[in-house]
C-alpha cells in the first residue's frame, strides 16, 4: 500500500486504486491515465502522481478522483512541463494531474 497514497490515513488498498482508475480510464471522454513513478527503493515503485487525459473539466475529474483521496487535483502540466513519454494529446484533450503529499 506504500507504493501510492503512502500518506492517507484512511488508505482505501490497491484494489481500489486500480479499479476506480481502470474505470476512469475507460470512460467515453479520456484518452488515458498514466501513473507517474516517482521512484523505486528496494524493488518497489512508488508513485504520488496520475496524469489524466480527458475532455472533462477539472471539477469533474477531481470528483472522479476523490474515492482515492488526492490532496490536489489540478489542469495543466507541472512548471517543469510534460515528461518525454507524454503522449500525444487527441483533439479536445486536456492534461489533469492528482497528487498525494
Do not use: C
Request: charged share 25%; hydrophobic share 45%.
Amino acid at each position: 500500500m506504500g507504493s501510492i497514497g503512502a500518506n492517507l490515513i484512511d488508505h482505501p488498498g490497491i484494489e481500489r486504486f486500480y479499479s476506480t482508475l481502470k474505470a476512469i480510464r475507460d470512460r467515453e471522454d479520456v484518452q488515458d491515465i498514466r501513473v507517474e513513478i516517482n521512484m523505486i527503493e528496494d524493488m518497489w515503485p512508488f508513485s504520488d502522481y496520475v496524469w489524466i487525459f480527458s475532455r472533462a473539466n477539472r471539477g469533474a475529474v477531481a470528483e472522479w478522483m476523490k474515492p482515492l483521496g488526492p490532496d490536489e487535483v489540478w489542469e495543466g502540466w507541472q512548471a517543469a512541463g510534460p515528461p518525454k513519454n507524454a503522449p500525444v494529446l487527441e483533439t479536445g484533450m486536456k492534461v489533469f494531474g492528482a497528487w498525494w503529499d
